[in-house]
């Protein structure tokens, strides 16, 4: 099985959708973040309903090396055709971001990646796939 996605034309950026708590979302393939699940609190609730308690579970090193706390919340994503329950960090800071969540390498962990920039392609494909090819 694959799930398929793409490099976005306007920022070069590795993209996948995925169903979390039953809503589409576009999610940035983030090599660099080793969680689940990353977004900001604003997103957390308006666009994926999850209630924020704001409570401070821990620190997250954002890409400029600025610390910011997070939250961690349990969320609802369909992953393979399985339902998985991971946990997002919910950051206390507003981003702007063309991608609302950011998904990391525990989610990637066991999967084969691919990122093939120059024909925009983007493949997660499931352990039972032997072979690695775009």
Known sequence: MVMQGEIDGETNLPVLKLMINQREIP???DTG?????W???????RLLGVQ?????????QVAD??????????????????????SMQVVFTVRQSRFPVVLGTRMLLGYILIAD??????????????RVSP
């Open 27 to 29: 999610c940035l393939v």
């Open 33 to 37: 973040f080793n969680g689940y699940l």
């Open 39 to 45: 977004t900001d609190t604003i997103v957390a609730q």
């Open 52 to 60: 924020i308690e704001h409570r401070v579970d821990g620190n997250s």
């Open 65 to 86: 090396g600025a610390l910011a706390q997070f939250e961690l919340t349990t969320v609802e994503v369909s992953w393979f055709s399985r339902l998985l329950y991971p």
């Open 117 to 130: 920039f120059n024909h925009g392609i983007v493949q997660i494909k499931d352990p039972s796939v032997s």
